[in-house]
């Protein structure tokens, strides 16, 4: 009777996954390398109650502080989103803008400009005015704000 070894439980077949290096230790980077001590440590000199609290304090500091990231950049996201509602009241006044101009000398002067806002839009978290003759500039290039024809 002939005996076969099935070849797929072998070793050699095991994939084996590859893995990337990087510069930032997560929390799971943490835990696993605490574990490792723990499995690893010497069983006639164990680490210390001290050491042990202190690595648990780390790693429970390191995720409150990763849980805080998280949350400030949802906040962040969400109050990105209002921007562009909080400046569409702007839609129809007039404002006064003021731009920089530079001269065929090279000089540079700050000028001021009134229009009328046609439309206010968003991109890259950043909001900029279209004015009824077609510029666009930036919300802080906003001097003043006034109903149109106030003054």
Do not use: C, H, W
Not at 4 to 9: C, E, G, M, P, V
Not at 18 to 39: A, N, T
Not at 130 to 142: P, Q, R, S, V
């Amino acid at each position: 009777m002939e005996t076969k070894i099935d070849s797929s439980s072998m070793l050699s077949s095991i994939k084996k996954e590859e893995r990337k290096p990087s510069d930032v230790l997560g929390k799971d980077d943490f835990l696993k390398i605490l574990m490792s001590q723990l499995q690893n440590q010497d069983p006639l000199n164990p680490m210390e109650d001290k050491e042990f609290i202190s690595q648990m304090a780390s790693f429970s500091s390191l995720e409150q502080m990763t849980n805080m990231n998280k949350t400030m950049q949802d906040f962040i996201t969400s109050q990105s989103g209002s921007s562009i509602l909080q400046y569409s009241t702007l839609i129809g006044k007039e404002i006064t803008y003021s731009y920089k101009e530079t001269d065929n000398d090279g000089n540079t002067a700050v000028k001021e400009g009134k229009q009328t806002v046609k439309a206010i839009s968003q991109k890259n978290n950043e909001v900029t005015l279209e004015l009824m003759d077609g510029t666009i500039i930036y919300k802080d290039e906003i001097v003043k704000v006034s109903d149109k024809g106030s003054e």
